[in-house]
């Protein structure tokens, strides 16, 4: 099946800083990416989608100042955490979209811990 | 995207087949039926979809009612890594990618254990 890789897999960062994270689809071109978050024992929760060359479409509720995602190739999306509080402290986990299969392929996740 | 039902939790022995259901029964013409599962700590992975017609594929079997209100992936033999929380996810061909609605979206699925 197709790969997605997320980068890093795990980061601790202290209050107030911004944590960059990288999600690329290795084999295959990916125009739509979507972000999601998971609390513990909870279920993914949709935080927005990325278009390709376009604005990111943001859920109702996600902060677009905060959660601010770029996806400027067809095998790039980033996310980047903005003044990261301990709130913000979860698994975050990208998928890519490949379109000729309407299948969504999963990054591995990033787990963030904010102190 | 409809919603679907699943049981909470379910248990199985290893190597013996697993059927997992799930109910659709306001499912639409053009959805079609998705499911992945997601290992503990990890991302969700890909298992199979289907819109009409059985599926097949090197990890398990989708069994479609003929009235596509429901549906069961089978798992021909279990093994302890197939322990999972398996979702079924109804997702609209038809619908744009653009924007939120190209998503999936994801319900509590079931819990799946697997004893040797």
């Known amino acids: 099946g197709a790969v997605v890789s997320q980068h890093p897999s795990w980061v601790i960062c202290k209050s107030g800083t911004s944590v960059k994270i990288e999600c690329r689809s290795l084999?295959?071109?990916?125009?739509?990416m979507f972000w999601y978050r998971q609390f513990p024992k909870q279920s993914l929760m949709l935080m927005a989608t990325?278009?390709?060359?376009?604005?990111?479409?943001?859920e109702q509720g996600v902060e677009k100042d905060k959660f601010l995602i770029n996806h400027a190739s067809l095998t790039l999306s980033t996310l980047t955490v903005t003044s990261a509080h301990p709130e913000d402290s979860s698994f975050y986990i990208c998928?890519?979209?490949?379109?000729?299969?309407?299948?969504?392929?999963f990054g591995p996740g990033t787990r963030l811990l904010v102190l | 995207d409809a919603k679907t039902t699943q049981p909470n939790s379910m248990e199985s022995n290893e190597e013996e087949p697993v059927h997992l259901p799930c109910n659709h029964s306001?499912?639409?013409?053009?959805?079609?039926i998705h499911w992945y599962r997601q290992l503990p700590s990890q991302g969700p992975e890909y298992v199979i979809h289907g819109l009409t017609s059985n599926v097949n594929n090197r990890m398990a079997s989708l069994a479609i009612a003929e009235d596509r209100k429901s549906s069961t992936l089978i798992l021909h033999r279990a093994t302890l890594r197939d322990a999972a929380v398996y979702y079924c996810?109804?997702?609209?061909?038809?619908?744009?990618?653009?924007?939120?609605?190209?998503?999936?979206?994801f319900g509590k699925g079931t819990k799946l254990s697997v004893k040797p």
């Open positions: 306001t499912i639409s013409g053009t959805d079609y």
């Open positions: 998928s890519a979209l490949l379109d000729i299969q309407e299948t969504q392929y």
């Open positions: 084999d295959f071109q990916a125009t739509t």
């Open positions: 990325s278009n390709e060359g376009s604005k990111a479409t943001y």
């Open positions: 996810i109804l997702r609209d061909l038809e619908m744009n990618y653009g924007g939120s609605q190209g998503n999936l979206i």
